[in-house]
């Protein structure tokens, strides 16, 4: 399976973006899939996790009520909708499936990865 990232880009404090990460075949179709960011510096971080169903979702705390996970399956897609962004949003995200049906925050159960999309939000 290979991922697609895309929808990156520079934004202003309060802006919004919307990410897409497209599947190359259906086999995701029946995985978890996630969202992770990785800031200069720092480790790569859970952002966001849907499940192969779509119907449950799961954030980390310093998105919730912002960001908006959601997934195509007929179109091997998945999205991350972001409002309200802040300059902490900074990061090159990136798209994952899960090895299982279901989505974690755990980065080791997570088998194919994008390659990456870049996120600048400023002040």
């Known amino acids: 399976v290979q991922l697609q990232a895309s929808g990156g880009g520079l934004v202003q404090a309060g802006g919004s973006l919307r990410l897409s990460c497209a599947a190359s075949?259906?086999?995701?179709?029946?995985?978890?899939m996630a969202w992770f960011r990785q800031a200069p510096g720092k480790a790569r971080e859970f952002v966001a996790s849907i499940n192969w169903t779509g119907r449950t979702t799961s954030y980390a705390d310093s998105v919730k009520g912002r960001f908006t996970i959601s997934r195509d399956n007929a179109k091997n897609m998945m999205s991350l909708q972001m409002n309200s962004l802040e300059p902490e949003d900074t990061a090159v995200y990136y798209c994952?499936?899960?090895?299982?049906?279901?989505?974690?925050?755990?980065?080791?159960?997570?088998?194919?990865w994008g390659q990456g999309t870049e996120v600048t939000v400023s002040s």
């Open positions: 994952a499936t899960a090895r299982s049906s279901y989505g974690s925050s755990d980065v080791t159960d997570y088998r194919y």
């Open positions: 075949r259906r086999t995701s179709s029946n995985n978890g």
